[in-house]
């Protein structure tokens, strides 16, 4: 018998017994159940293999949501290597750097994106090996590069499963995440198998994640959003990740009566864009039980409008480096607790550093078994991250409540001092988010 690994290559396989008429992935209406799912990530585990890809090698992927992005993650972890996303809106320069950075030896690509994929190998000036994903569109053809293989022909012709699979651990490395660069080079978080489980662990434990749920993905599976707080756990926990290549808010309005999803994450303005869809009042949407939303607080009309329809939302805060979650705004709390971040998740912990009152500004501090690794080939920037105790400063200035509900109040870097005052960007713009139109 094979003992399939403790980090989350093993998670399908499992799945494709305990789960095995489940089905895992929805994706243009058609399904993909959890044992064709794992045949197909052990096929592509055995496909890179071929391919000299080896436990610790890098594997990039560039493209939109497609069952694809979902199969070569897996398949990466399964024999051990790590999985680079890379960010479809991203220039060939910065998708070259990361490129070069990481030193990625296989790079997969929707054909849609493969004429960016071949410029930034070359911006990049590395050779690696490069898989396209998809069929052409037939109004907007793109003919592939000869030396690029097509992702269907690889799965067909690969063997069955991976051989002289590695003992792969919590501890490995599995995912590296670029962060937006706002500063300069964008830095390369490293995620664990272990950040990434706990992470799904936390989600499945604060949100009352069940197997039965259909959760559609409208953001991009590349943010570590969608990834950790979406697909990520839906998986681990056995329901059904609906797949929507990119959003439109009438598609994504569409799919939740079409598919009858139970469950959506986004950011406010993608619901701020379905609520005001001409679709909006005419779309069934009594399938949803569960909103979630990060990135900044909810405005009130839009909480309201959906509220009025028997929606509530479920906030969170959160970044690339811890997996992402820190903490969850239960949605009882939604409006006894308006503009708050939330509670810190059940297996993670956060502190404002040089406070030890409620209402006291100060940065943002976290630990837990879901905060990153560190920076790829960056250790400078890596122990600049962290305290000497061994927190994360994550760059945020925040206070809590009486009852330890978190507020957000700026990034560090863009506090504003005038006249000697602090002035706090994020409440300057929930003053105007308040105002008509």
Known sequence: MTVLPEGIGGWLRRRAVSSASGVALVFRDAEIGYAELADRV???????????????????????????????????????????????????????????????????????????????????????????????????????????????????????EPVDLPAVTLEDRALIIYTSGTTGRPKGAVLTHGNLTWNAVNVIADYDLAGSDRALMISPLFHVASLGMGCLPVLLKGGTVLLEERFLPGGALAAIERLRATAISGVPTTYQLMLDDPAWAGTDLSSLRMLTCGGSPVPARVRDAYEARGLAFSGGYGLTETAPGVTMLPARFSVERAGSAGLAHSFTQFRIAGADDPGVLGEIEVRGPNVFLEYW??????????????????????????RGFLFIADRVKDMIISGGENIYSAEVEMVLLALEG
């Not at 090698?57 to 680079?84: K, M």
């Not at 296989?106 to 849609?112: G, R």
């Not at 080939?377 to 945020?396: I, L, M, S, Y």
């Open 42 to 160: 052990d096929r592509l585990a055995a496909a890179l293999q071929q391919r000299g890809i080896r436990a610790g090698d890098r594997v990039a992927y560039l493209g939109n949501n497609h069952p694809s992005f979902v199969e070569a993650l897996f398949a990466t972890a399964r024999i051990g290597a790590v999985f680079v996303p890379l960010n479809t809106r991203l220039s060939v320069a910065e998708l070259g750097y990361m490129l070069t950075d990481s030193g990625a030896a296989l790079l997969l690509n929707s054909v849609s994106l493969d004429p960016i994929a071949a410029g930034a190998l070359r911006e990049a000036g590395r050779p690696a090996t490069r898989i396209v994903v998809g069929e052409a569109d037939a109004d907007d053809p793109v003919v592939p590069d000869a030396d690029a293989e097509r992702y269907e022909d690889v799965l067909r012709n690969a063997p069955a």
């Open 377 to 402: 080939g960056n250790p400078d920037a890596t122990a600049a991250a962290f305290t000497e105790d061994g927190w994360f400063k994550t760059g945020d200035i925040g206070y809590t409540d009486d």
